[in-house]
């Protein structure tokens, strides 16, 4: 990992670069597929499957054999596990619905709103060399919750055409109502303008590679909604003298493992922590199962040192990580200042690992600073908010004259004259 030693702050923009590609490199391979996929369906997505996913598919859609066979092959240590965690991302989700909010405004006038469930979702769940069933908690116990009526589920298939295992009994458990095995672009594609096999959704959720990013981001311009532009995974810690080195570095490398365009950051005002927090990656790095992608991924990720506590907040909330460690002993300061971080994580004994599966918290984060202005999943990723009002005979004589004069002096004689044929009749 590069040690960056007080930086400037006309440096700090070069210093916190994602390693990702620019959407110029990648839009142009995200077009070509979604513009095949609108034009020939299910058709263009079996020729995408078999060229990035490498496998045939006489049928893409999950049976119900297969969901079965499924649940057989997903040991009951892990059953148990992912019980738990379902448990607890029930709780903390079904804690944040809310009753309707009622207020009369003016005397006459009954104002209310109310929260209505998206009626179709799509949720996107990554395979390849990590099948993200925890993602599937993440995503369908939130639907359920809100009363999504339909909820599809996409995730690619591996060599021999299969989903993982773990992925459909998850799916299964949390009320998926349909799953495709479809990954990637083709997948966003198939989720935007319907195919044969995949149903066409108001909203997409997910995590994803870069090209999947993109994907949401362009099924947008038609008129499909998204969660937020979640990409390659990234964490910033922050730690001082009062940091267990070892635990801090475990962190770090739990994101570094999850792809070689994962990003991680180490904040500290000791130069001593830095270099333990170092060797203590180059150690635990030796044995990982997935050093090649951990190490690539490092390669990506700085160790800052800064000479206060101040600019570390700063340039923490200038960079706006998915994922924030506080190992601080003022923890306070950094909790209370923080303003744009994804997920919080508090103390030593605070693994980020803990919101990726089972403490209750999303996983489903804003990255590439996009945590400046997005939330991550939520319960209210999954419904709407509607308005109401009903205005009753003396309602509408206290507000219509101020309705008629801002109506005329916009020159929307239309609209004045909604009301004033109405206050006429009320004389």
């Not at 709103?113 to 990554?126: F, S």
């Not at 298939?157 to 458990?173: D, S, T």
């Not at 109506?407 to 009320?426: F, P, S, T, W, Y």
Request: charged fraction near 20%; include cysteine.
């Amino acid at each position: 990992m590069q040690i960056i030693d007080n930086p400037s702050r006309d440096t700090w923009t070069d210093i916190l670069k994602r390693p990702t590609q620019t959407v110029d490199d990648i839009e142009a391979t995200v077009n070509v597929v979604f513009n095949d996929i609108r034009n020939d369906g299910d058709l263009a997505v079996k020729k995408y499957t078999e060229r990035f996913d490498g496998v045939t598919l006489d049928s893409n859609m999950v049976t119900l054999e297969e969901l079965q066979e499924a649940s057989t092959l997903v040991s009951d240590a892990l059953k148990d596990a992912i019980d738990l965690a379902k448990l607890n991302i029930v709780a903390f989700h079904a804690a944040q619905k809310t009753t309707r909010i009622t207020l009369e405004t003016t005397e006459g006038v009954s104002c209310w709103q109310e929260k209505r469930p998206i009626e179709r979702v799509g949720l996107y769940i990554p395979g390849g060399t990590a099948p993200l069933f925890s993602t599937v908690l993440m995503l369908a116990v939130p639907a359920q919750i809100a009363g999504c009526k339909e909820i599809v589920l996409c995730s690619p298939p591996n060599k021999q055409g299969n989903v993982a295992p773990e992925i459909l009994y998850a799916a299964q458990l949390c009320g998926v109502t349909k799953i495709i095995k479809v990954g990637g672009i083709q997948a966003i594609a198939g989720l935007t303008f319907g195919t044969e096999s995949i149903p066409k959704v108001y909203k997409i959720f997910g995590p994803g590679n870069q090209f999947v990013t993109v994907a949401k981001q362009l099924a947008t311009k038609y008129g499909v909604a998204i969660d937020m532009p979640a990409g390659p995974s990234e964490l910033l810690v922050i730690a001082d003298e009062t940091a267990n080195a070892s635990y801090v570095a475990s962190d770090l490398l739990s994101q570094a493992e999850h792809g070689t365009d994962s990003q991680v950051i180490l904040v500290s005002t000791s130069k001593d922590v830095i270099k333990n927090i170092s060797k203590e990656i180059e150690k635990q790095l030796e044995v990982l199962p997935r050093k090649a992608i951990a190490k690539k991924s490092i390669a990506n990720s700085k160790l800052i040192y800064v000479e206060s506590d101040d600019m570390a907040l700063e340039l923490i909330n200038e960079y706006g990580p998915e994922h924030f460690i506080i190992c601080t002993k003022n923890e306070n300061f950094y909790v209370d200042g923080i303003a744009n971080a994804g997920s919080v994580f508090i103390g030593n004994y605070t693994p980020e690992s803990a919101g990726d599966y089972a403490s209750g918290t999303n996983h489903t984060l804003p990255t590439n600073g996009f945590s400046k202005a997005y939330s991550g999943v939520n319960l209210d990723s999954f419904l709407k908010s509607m308005t109401f009002q009903k205005i009753s005979k003396e309602g509408l004589k206290n507000i219509g004259n101020a309705i008629e004069l801002m109506a005329e002096a916009e020159g929307l004689q239309a609209h004045k004259n909604a009301v004033a044929i109405r206050l006429k009749d009320l004389k």
